[in-house]
Nanobody, 126 residues
């Protein structure tokens, strides 16, 4: 049984930093592309960032480029998202997802992913 579990969310002031983590079990982790999505109240779920099987290739949505860094540790079955210079508009539930992609692509939508965590809440105060 596949399980995906996020952690690291919380409340921080604008300009601060948070590091999200995600562990996946019940699968061969380095067979999967891994990604972070977020969903703010009343908005659609959006792809924030993803990283390929080896960690060599990454994608970021424009609004987080230069502020967020995605990384993974395949030995630990863990995905990370380092978030710096946080803004109130980053407030959302953040979800970790894994997808068995046949090839790398620089687009990211929810339907691209196979397994999801339940999310961790990130709140940025102004």
């Amino acid at each position: 049984q596949v399980q995906v579990v996020e952690s690291g969310g919380g409340l921080v002031q604008a300009g601060g930093s948070l590091r999200l983590s995600c562990t996946a079990s019940g699968l061969t982790f380095d067979d999967y592309v891994t990604a972070w999505f977020r969903q703010a109240p009343g908005k659609e779920r959006e792809g924030v960032s993803c990283i390929n099987w080896s960690g060599a290739l990454t994608y970021y949505t424009n609004s987080v480029k230069g502020r967020f860094t995605i990384s993974r540790d395949n030995a630990k079955n863990t995905l990370y998202l380092q978030m710096n210079s946080l803004k109130p508009e980053d407030t959302a539930m953040y979800y970790c997802a894994v997808g068995r992609w046949a090839y790398w692509r620089r687009t990211l939508t929810p339907r691209d992913m196979d397994y999801w965590g339940k999310g961790t809440l990130v709140t940025i105060s102004s």
